[in-house]
């Protein structure tokens, strides 16, 4: 009587791991596709923060730049009317630099 149990043990053993492996296999092609993705996604987020990072770096240096050219501008227009004088000058510079907080806040 051993050996007839025996063999059914070994039989559904076998048909256990079969069906395992019937269900196992495609889970885990799944998986390695699925981390594949991940993987190429975090690159592709990494490139474009990188990206982003250097375009908000040019829009900060460019806004910068303007509000230089915006200040210089408005000195320029108001020294041109009239302020001849270094306290003339000066209050040009300071009224320019009101002007363009007070427009690039705008």
Known sequence: M?????TLK??????A???MRATY?????????LKR????????MAVLSQLGAELQAEW???????AAVR????TQTIFASSPRRK??????????????AATQAA
């Open 2 to 6: 051993g050996k007839m149990e025996q």
């Open 10 to 15: 070994t039989e559904i053993t076998r048909l």
């Open 17 to 19: 791991k079969k069906e």
């Open 25 to 33: 296999h495609p889970l885990a092609r799944d998986v390695r596709r």
């Open 37 to 44: 993705t991940v993987s190429a996604m975090r690159k592709t």
């Open 60 to 66: 900060t240096a460019e806004r910068a730049r303007l």
């Open 71 to 74: 200040e210089e501008a408005v």
């Open 87 to 100: 306290g003339s000058r000066e209050l040009a510079a300071t009224l320019a630099t009101l002007f363009s």
